[in-house]
């Protein structure tokens, strides 16, 4: 069930690990209208909802999902566990690292890990 909480000042919309698959610039404009819809700022998505192929860069999905929620100046965690993903990809621990570096997107293990990057 998706939920909106706040998290040190700032609305988050949270979705659930069952759900449709975010696969392209379509599913992101979705996470940008839910997101409005809620006067969410920040989108929590469990790393599950991603498409597999979010995590073969090579294919633009993860280039495109995150481009346009960019744009529509919506942020993004991927909560939960890529360590699996990234042990497979070089430029994908790259994209995590300087993702987490950044404000906009974040790769975070849950919740919690979320909610203090907030507070800082």
Partial sequence: M???RELHGTTVLVLPADGPPIAGEADALDLVAAASGSDAAL???PVERFDERFFTLSTGVAGAVLQKLVQYRTRLA???DVAGHVERSSALRD???ECNRGRDT???ADLEELAGRLAR
Avoid: E, I, P, S
């Fill in 43 to 45: 989108v929590a998505v």
């Fill in 78 to 80: 991927a909560v939960g």
């Fill in 95 to 97: 994209l995590v690292r």
């Fill in 106 to 108: 974040w790769f975070v």
């Fill in 2 to 4: 998706t939920t909106v």
